[in-house]
């Protein structure tokens, strides 16, 4: 499973590194391979523990931040390893050019 996530912490003023650091450190902590991007982070792995780790990102900000939004968009193609990498491959190999991407 592929899973794009943000988690928007609400209630907190302004600036949202420090909040978005500390998931982010949850993130790289789990061993879940992932790409930080600039509006959300990518995930790949097996669904419970992708889908257990977003939500702990989320209960995470929850307890710092009064309102808490979290998106998800989900590829959960069965079968299918190294998607996170992958993906990409395959739109540059049909535009036979590297493409810049996160």
Do not use: N
């Amino acid at each position: 499973m592929v899973a794009s996530f943000s988690v928007i912490p609400l209630g907190v003023g302004e600036e949202l590194k420090e909040h978005i650091a500390a998931v982010l450190q949850i993130v790289a902590d789990s061993g879940i391979p992932y790409k930080l991007g600039a509006m959300q982070t990518t995930l790949e792995g097996d669904r419970e523990e992708v889908m257990a780790l977003i939500m702990r990102c989320h209960a995470y900000l929850t307890e710092h931040a009064p309102r808490v939004v979290t998106h998800i968009a989900i590829d959960d193609r069965r079968g299918a390893t190294g998607r996170l990498e992958g993906k990409v491959w395959d739109v540059e190999q049909v535009l036979g050019r590297s493409l810049s991407h996160e």
